[in-house]
């Protein structure tokens, strides 16, 4: 899904490329520098894991978080079998 909303981005921004901001996507093992990303003016997350350690370290770097309304979220991580298993989508 993430690999989708990359493409679709970049293929929007192929046709406005005068577009003042820049993306980043991070997928697996990649990164960012902290300190590259605390100079962002905001990042975007959408999280694999209910305890993304990403979103605590740039929280506390008070780095300006866009993130996924709570019933968004609720389906990115209770579908994807990433909280407890005593959820009712286990059962």
């Given at each position: 899904a993430y690999a989708t909303l990359r493409c679709a981005l970049y293929r929007f921004l192929e046709g406005i490329p005068q577009?003042?901001?820049n993306f980043y996507f991070l997928e697996?093992?990649?990164s960012v520098p902290y300190k590259k990303a605390?100079?962002?003016r905001a990042?975007?997350?959408l999280p694999q894991d209910h305890?993304?350690?990403s979103f605590f370290e740039l929280y506390s770097a008070n780095v300006p978080l866009l993130m996924p309304s709570a019933e968004w979220m609720y389906r990115l991580l209770y579908m994807r079998g990433q909280l407890s298993v005593g959820e009712r989508w286990y059962q």
């Open positions: 577009y003042p901001l697996g093992t990649e605390a100079s962002f990042v975007a997350l305890a993304l350690m």
